[in-house]
């Protein structure tokens, strides 16, 4: 009887022991697991409420200039910081660059927005709102030729069309 109840113990403890190592080896991958996909799903849940739409464009060959009116139709409000680290690419198919952001009248292969109808008066792209771009590039072809727009936010949403350039 003795020796029963002395090989149930050892055994009771090596199980308890066995559970308490795994239990420590397992946990902080759990904890680490966890966190990493909280962390996913958090962005692709910012990637999913924030949409754009391209609602209409002009270039001017002539003057080497575009407006470009986008509307912001995801659930989201995009802030002023996210649109000036967003990239604008400017020019013919095929054949184009990248703007940078200036805060007054742009020139030669610069961009600048506005924020049309701010509703919240918060200076942030809320959703319903529309942004204009004008833009300033020698890179925009001759009138009746082809213009490519790309714009991306940091977050890793894009819009681009073509349209071509008037006088």
């Known amino acids: 009887m003795s020796s029963e109840a002395f090989t149930t113990a050892m055994f009771l403890i090596t199980a308890i022991i066995a559970a308490g190592v795994l239990i420590n080896a397992v946990f902080p991958v759990i904890y680490t697991l966890a ?8 962005n692709v849940d910012e990637r999913l409420s924030t949409d754009v739409k391209i609602v209409t464009t002009y270039a001017s060959g002539e003057r080497k200039e575009v407006r470009i009116w986008l509307k912001n139709v995801g659930t989201s409000r995009i802030s ?22 200036v805060s007054g009248t742009p020139v030669s292969n610069q961009w600048t927005y506005a924020i049309l109808e701010d509703t919240q008066k918060n200076n942030c792209w809320d959703p319903g709102e529309t942004l204009y771009i004008q833009a300033h590039s020698d890179w925009i072809p001759e009138t009746g030729e082809i213009v490519y727009f790309q714009f991306v936010l940091p977050t890793g949403v894009s819009r681009s069309t073509t349209f071509t350039a008037g006088t």
Request: hydrophobic share 35%; charged share 15%; glycine share 16%.
């Open 80 to 101: 002023p910081s996210d649109i000036g680290k967003a990239d604008v690419f400017l020019g013919a198919r095929g054949n184009f660059t990248r703007l940078g952001l």
């Open 35 to 42: 966190g990493t996909i909280s962390s996913s799903s958090h």
